[in-house]
């Protein structure tokens, strides 16, 4: 615990904080708003499909059909309105995502320690800093332990800079050692913080830079989507020009011929495809955020379903991170190791023997008063049931100097100046293997400690090894290695398996996906737990389950990319350092896997960002590791990352089912455009018929499939080979035939009628509702590729319900409204006429379940 003053950290009360937070405003800089209506409204005339629908009305203008003209009008300011809002909620459900992902800050309230989100910080908040984190906002440092602050993103200089509280500035010396300021990170020690400034008044602030995140590429699937839309367009305006000569010459109607190719160019330009990927993805990571996943980066969920590999650290994710104390352990002679002795403890443990007690005393001492490290806790909650009345707790004690953990040194100590003849004493604890090192047993000395450890170890508990040593000198060494330290014993500590992992891990076996744990712990501390968890099952006969860090130091690429191979069997990697991670994930990526990553400090973030899909930790994680990552998983559990997976996996085959039915929905459109003109029959389709299509295409896409569950065999499936199209040959040409399909069926009823009456407003009539309900029909076809259509009745999904229900009420008010009839230029259906319908409907319906049954069963 830092040393501090009891009222220094009340802090500022709720309502105080509040109320400056409204009359001083929020802590951020200014971003770009949210772009306003009439901006998104002029986006939207810059459309294609908007110049069409307006070059169609002013050429009924010019063939004197104002009526014509007025209602294409009005259906333009429609679509318009429709998009407008479609869009400003699709870019609010964005925004709001952005607001859970931003960073957050631990500050005092009423004296209590708070997580609010970083714009809630205001001036005079008193905000705790720790390693990794993301200062909030401008600051005069209180009290500090050890504190070195990177600054690069506001002075440029890469070099870290030590900082130190106010009073103890030398006279003369910069200001600026005492003061934080935002945007810089904490790359070691802790420190309490009184708030100067936020905002735009923090120096961030006054030298003009932006918080707000540069704006994306295009992602793979946004480069196809464009791709794809551009070759639709150019076909279209090909066929559209062809037909409009060929109009004009079998007519003699170039104003018709014109307006033929319109509406073809209308009926072929596929706009649904760039608005079904920006919805997906928006309402994707809207579910995920439900799930307690927050989507950082839209291109991780197209990449989230193809994942192969999963790399999961074990502490928090696997297990429940609850470090409780289960075993103490003192060398047979103080100083030394000998036989040693041990003994059980829980949470009941109320007394200890007297030679456990200088183990206890300074395991409390190399730790923080107030902790946040789960073993810290364990340890002090033991510490204050068993010590409480003996003279082994040194609360008056002040740390003079910490010395923190580092990747050469897995150990950290606190150096204490108490009163009375002893200079210094200081306490450290950390790996074994660390704490052997600075106690410099010899080998023989080192071996029964060893031995203790692999015992502790293969219950599954992780060990620390604590130490002391005193100094007599004035002043205090740099480094650890500078005392002289003296073993005191062993700590194991029992991290309880979560319950759901075991299924979940079956789950991702099931799917294809290979799982490997990462830890820093002892090798057979991490295998205990993968035995639990299940992740050892299936292990190739002569497989190697687990690896260490100093054998991945040890290999070459080539043979650590070798060892990774799934035959080889390595599924657990322990003592594994931030920069052994990173390697692991190249030499996965090298061999072709597609990697997830985990991770929650400030080390990992190289890791994760080189990751293919990067998972920071949000209860445990640093600021860093959540800039850095793609995805935050808010409540570290890993079930919750297999569910992800099983949601990209969702995302992925409902933009595929999607993409099916636009292509399938288009061909018909065309075709009844195309038909009539070569074989001179009379209009099917005029421009206001395809604008209404498209009002009912645009929902059928965007909530109907993107609303499609997860399929029970979502799980139980390979991932997507990269580089997997969305609109691959097989999705094409079933899309194909599904419209051929439809096309044949409506045109069978436009002839039926128009060679029963001859008469072009009863024909076209039947050729619309039947398209109308092929329509709705496609959408329950699309739903499932898997399942039969009864399957995908069955399966609730209300927006297919009311995309049906609205389908019928519109056909019923076009041909109960005498208006409406009028203007779609159809006359009321003969009894017999719904009988043809239905025969329509149903028989394409059933073919397609019949083709559907043979290709995919």
Not at 515 to 524: E, K, R, W
Not at 803 to 826: K, N, S
Request: charged share 20%; net charge neutral; proline share 7%.
């Amino acid at each position: 615990m830092l040393p501090h003053d009891p009222d220094t950290l009340q802090g500022l009360s709720q309502s105080e904080a509040q109320s400056r937070l409204q009359r001083l405003g929020a802590n951020e800089l200014a971003q770009g708003q949210r772009a306003p209506l009439w901006r998104l409204a002029a986006g939207v005339v810059r459309e294609p499909m908007f110049g069409l629908l307006l070059a169609c009305a002013l050429l009924y203008g010019l063939v004197g059909d104002w009526q014509e003209a007025a209602v294409l009008g009005s259906f333009i300011a429609v679509v318009v309105g429709v998009t407008v809002v479609q869009e400003a909620r699709t870019e609010a459900a964005v925004d709001a995502l952005r607001q859970l992902s931003s960073p957050r800050a631990l500050v005092l309230r009423d004296g209590v320690a708070v997580r609010v989100p970083g714009r809630d910080v205001v001036p005079g908040d008193l905000l705790v800093l720790a390693e990794g984190d993301r200062i909030a906002a401008d600051g005069r440092v209180l009290e500090t332990r050890d504190l070195r602050v990177d600054e690069s993103l506001l002075s440029g200089e890469s070099a870290a800079v030590d900082k130190c509280a106010a009073p103890q500035l030398a006279p003369g010396e910069d200001p600026r050692r005492s003061q934080v300021f935002a945007g810089a990170l904490v790359q070691r020690g802790r420190a309490l913080v009184r708030v100067t400034a936020t905002g735009p008044h923090t120096e961030f602030g006054r030298i003009g830079q932006s918080l707000e995140a540069v704006q994306p590429q295009p992602t793979a699937l946004q480069r196809e989507m464009a791709d794809l839309v551009r070759r639709f367009s150019g076909v279209a305006v090909v066929l559209c020009l062809l037909l409009a000569l060929l109009h004009g010459a079998l007519r003699g109607d170039w104003l018709g011929g014109l307006l033929s190719g319109l509406t073809l160019a209308m009926a072929l330009l596929p706009e649904e495809f760039p608005v079904i990927l920006t919805v997906f993805l928006a309402l994707g990571a809207w579910r995920l955020s439900r799930l307690q996943v927050l989507t950082r980066r839209m291109p991780a969920l197209e990449t989230l379903g193809a994942v192969t590999v999963l790399c999961t650290d074990k502490t928090g994710t696997l297990t429940e991170n609850r470090m409780q104390p289960r075993a103490l352990w003192v060398p047979g002679t103080p100083g030394l190791a000998g036989t040693g002795e041990s003994v059980a403890v829980d949470g009941g443990t109320a007394t200890l023997p007297e030679a456990f007690h200088p183990l206890l005393e300074h395991a409390l001492l190399a730790g923080q008063r107030e902790p946040f490290d789960p073993m810290e806790i364990g340890i002090q909650a033991l510490g204050l049931r068993t010590l409480a009345d003996s003279e082994h707790l040194h609360a008056d004690w002040t740390a003079e100097r910490q010395y923190p953990l580092s990747p050469v040194l897995l150990a950290t100590a606190h150096a204490y100046r108490p009163a009375g003849p002893l200079q210094a004493r200081v306490a450290a604890k950390g790996a074994p293997e660390a704490i052997l090192d600075l106690c410099h047993l010899s080998p023989e000395q080192a071996r029964p400690v060893l031995d203790a450890v692999q015992a502790l170890a293969r219950q599954g508990l992780r060990v620390l090894a604590v130490a002391m040593a005193d100094h007599a000198g004035d002043g205090l060494p740099e480094g650890q290695h500078d005392f002289d330290f003296h073993l005191l014993g062993l700590i194991g500590f029992q991290d309880p398996l979560r319950p759901e992992v075991p299924a979940a891990l079956a789950e991702c076996h099931g799917a294809g996906i290979r799982v490997l744990m990462l830890t820093g712990d002892h090798p057979d501390t991490a295998l205990h737990i993968a035995r639990q968890a299940g992740l050892l099952q299936g292990l190739p006969p002569g497989g190697c389950p687990v690896l260490t860090g100093p054998d991945i130091e040890a290999l070459d690429p080539a043979a650590l990319q070798a060892l990774l191979a799934p035959e080889r069997g390595v599924r657990v990697f322990a003592r594994v350092m931030p920069a052994q991670k990173l390697r692991l994930v190249r030499a996965l990526q090298a061999r072709g896997e597609i990697v997830g990553m985990t991770g929650d400090g400030v080390n990992d973030a190289p890791a994760l960002k080189q990751a293919d899909v990067g998972i920071a930790m949000g209860q445990r994680g640093t600021d860093v590791a959540r800039e850095a990552a793609d995805l935050v998983l808010a409540n570290d559990q890993f079930a919750t990352l297999v569910e992800a997976v099983r949601q990209g996996r969702r995302i992925f085959a409902n933009l595929r089912k999607a993409s099916t039915y636009v292509v399938a929905i288009h061909l018909p459109i065309a075709g009844l455009t195309l038909v009539p003109v070569l074989l001179g029959w009379p209009l099917i389709l005029l421009p206001f018929h395809v604008a209404t299509l498209h009002l009912l295409i645009d929902p059928s896409c965007s909530t109907v499939l993107e609303a499609e569950p997860a399929g029970s065999d979502q799980m139980h499936s390979p991932p997507r080979a990269p580089g997997t199209r969305i609109l691959d040959r097989g999705t094409v040409l079933w899309g194909l035939f599904q419209g051929l399909v439809a096309l044949g069926a409506v045109l069978g009823l436009f002839m039926l009628a128009w060679l029963r009456e001859a008469d072009e407003a009863s024909a076209r009539g039947l050729a619309f509702t039947g398209l109308l309900l092929i329509n709705v029909g496609l959408v329950l076809a699309n739903r499932s590729r898997h399942h039969s259509l009864w399957h995908s009745l069955r399966t609730p999904n209300a927006p297919a319900r009311w995309v049906a229900l609205g389908a019928g009420v519109f056909l019923t008010a076009i041909f109960a409204i005498p208006a409406l009839r009028t203007l779609f230029r159809v006359a009321p259906l003969h009894a017999s006429d719904w009988g043809w319908v239905a025969l329509a409907v149903l028989g394409t319906l059933g073919l397609l379940e019949a083709v559907r049954r043979r290709k995919w069963g």
